[in-house]
């Protein structure tokens, strides 16, 4: 069951854990340009995409939001979108943002200093942007008694490749987003380097899914016999549930991998009472896998 409020939150309970859906922009683009090999013709036939994740025009819709999970002991961050005050390059709409991300965290009934657990899927910029803030001209930790869990494989990727020539404005940015998202929590002394597997608690684990980065994992969450999984960048639009090669070739770290690896989870939630929780998914952002033919739709909710 979930609720929206009239501010930039949604909530769902799985079992005794409550997820919250902390909003910090919107916007729309073009679909074949971001997935070369979706074409508009096929997108259009899935006309179950409407009214939540394309616009009248069949324009993808895109939402960057955090996941704030609160277990029986535990208040964990999922993900961290792209932060205020930000140097993003040559991605001026991701640049020096101004939202009202932190004062919607509150409003929703949080305290940043309460947070014990900030998690990533990984460590693109649009997941670590909130890690940190600026405060007096100085790059902070936003959650200043929370553990930060980083895949281990993920972050020695970043770490190991800041000195890396290229002229691709993505792994540039990413340069950039390591020294003030990553090194500011890993100099307080905040940052604990897990497995891929790691489980955070009882209720809360990651699952590997490799492919759209080194060391990408999505979240799962089981109470009281109910189950959700938070997709992170594994799948980026709900219309990629009807072909898996359908991939954001040009971000991602390995496109063969991310195929086969949406392939794989999309076998094992489908049909099952998981409830699917999109990173990147807009309106309802949650719903139900279910086999459709040969391939696959979802079903928001």
Not at 8 to 15: D, T
Not at 232 to 259: C, I, K, L, R
């Amino acid at each position: 069951m979930a609720t929206q409020t009239e501010v930039s939150f949604r909530r769902w309970q799985i079992g005794k854990v409550r997820v919250t859906k902390i909003l910090e922009s919107e916007s729309t683009f073009d679909i074949p340009t971001m997935f070369p090999k979706a074409s508009a013709g096929e997108v259009q036939k899935l006309d179950w995409l409407k009214p939540h994740f394309v616009t009248d025009d069949w324009q993808g819709k895109l939402s960057i939001h955090a996941l704030v999970v609160e277990t029986p002991d535990l208040t964990i961050v999922v993900d961290t979108c792209i932060g205020n005050d930000r140097d993003r390059l040559a991605y001026a709409s991701n640049s020096n943002l101004q939202t009202a991300f932190m004062e919607d965290f509150a409003a929703a009934g949080f305290d940043r200093h309460k947070v014990d657990v900030v998690l990533c899927t990984h460590l693109h910029f649009d997941h670590v942007g909130w890690n940190t803030m600026l405060e007096d001209g100085k790059w902070v930790p936003t959650f200043p008694n929370a553990r930060y869990l980083f895949n281990k494989a993920e972050f020695e990727h970043w770490r190991d490749t800041q000195d890396d020539a290229t002229e691709d404005m993505f792994l540039n940015v990413q340069k950039v987003v390591f020294n003030d998202s990553i090194v500011p929590v890993l100099d307080a002394g905040l940052v604990d380097l897990v497995n891929e597997d790691h489980r955070v608690c009882g209720e809360v684990w990651f699952e590997p899914t490799p492919g759209h980065s080194p060391g990408h994992v999505c979240v799962r969450i089981r109470s009281e016999g109910q189950d959700a999984f938070i997709t992170g960048d594994m799948v980026h639009h709900p219309f990629q549930f009807a072909n898996a090669e359908w991939s954001m070739a040009s971000v991602d770290y390995d496109s063969e991998a991310a195929t086969a690896t949406r392939a794989r989870v999309y076998g094992e939630v489908a049909d099952q009472p998981v409830l699917v929780i999109g990173t990147h998914f807009s309106g309802t952002t949650s719903g139900r896998v279910r086999r459709d033919g040969g391939s696959y739709r979802f079903y928001a909710e």
